[in-house]
């Protein structure tokens, strides 16, 4: 992928995430995933384990898309370092 589009994913991942709606969503199932683990049985260890992973899951995906934002970071500079160096390839012309 070119750094451009890195650059375009970022910003789009920093759009989501930043997305009121997205973060409330976030909030809201994390809470009810706590709540069911907290208030499962003590002998229900397989439906701790489904919300567990559902927990992680979740946060995998809010995760996936802050790997995104760094990503971006890197091309950004990426980009930034080819521009200087195709200014010093025209200065010393």
Not at 19 to 27: E, I, S
Not at 46 to 75: I, N, P, W
Request: overall charge negative; hydrophobic content about 40%.
């Amino acid at each position: 992928m070119s750094p451009e589009e890195e650059l375009h994913r970022a910003a789009r991942a920093e759009q989501i995430l930043g997305d009121d709606l997205f973060r409330d969503a976030v909030k809201e199932i994390e809470s009810a995933l706590l709540a069911g683990i907290k208030q499962s049985a003590f002998k229900d260890s397989e439906l701790r384990e489904k919300l567990c992973m559902q927990y992680t899951l979740l946060h995998s995906l809010v995760d996936q898309f802050k790997t995104h934002m760094e990503t971006g970071k890197l091309a950004e500079e990426t980009l930034r370092q080819r521009a200087l160096a195709a200014a010093k390839k025209v200065v010393n012309w």
